[in-house]
């Protein structure tokens, strides 16, 4: 079955950096976009970012935009997230998803920490 795997979270200071991956498997990968969400404590589950299949179209939150970067291997079945210039208000858990017909699927998340 579709099954979705992020790694690469971490604690970061502020202005670092952190690069997620998402490895996935069960389904056609290049044949659908995938997303970025995070969920932060107390907070809503939010979009981060979007690519699509091909990886020629790419979208953002306004609250990423210009300092992450959303990628994909589609010869390892992997989407990458590349997280620049971090703030303390990125700290969250950070999830990709695919939505396959009717279905949305999500990894269980990796936790990202921006702290002092």
């Known amino acids: 079955q579709v099954q979705l795997v992020e790694s690469g979270g971490g604690v970061v200071q502020p202005g670092g950096s952190l690069r997620l991956s998402c490895a996935a498997s069960?389904?056609?990968?290049?044949?659908?976009?995938m997303r970025w969400y995070r969920q932060a404590p107390a907070k809503e589950r939010e979009f981060v970012a979007r690519?699509?299949?091909?990886?020629?179209?790419?979208n953002y939150a306004d609250s990423v935009k210009g300092r992450f970067t959303i990628s994909r291997d589609n010869a390892k079945n992997t989407v990458y997230l590349q997280m620049n210039s971090l703030k303390p208000d990125d700290t969250a858990v950070y999830y990709c998803?695919?939505?396959?017909?009717?279905?949305?699927?999500w990894g269980q998340g990796t936790q990202v920490t921006v702290s002092s």
């Open positions: 069960g389904f056609t990968f290049s044949t659908y976009g």
């Open positions: 998803k695919v939505v396959i017909g009717a279905l949305g699927y």
């Open positions: 690519i699509s299949s091909n990886g020629g179209a790419t």
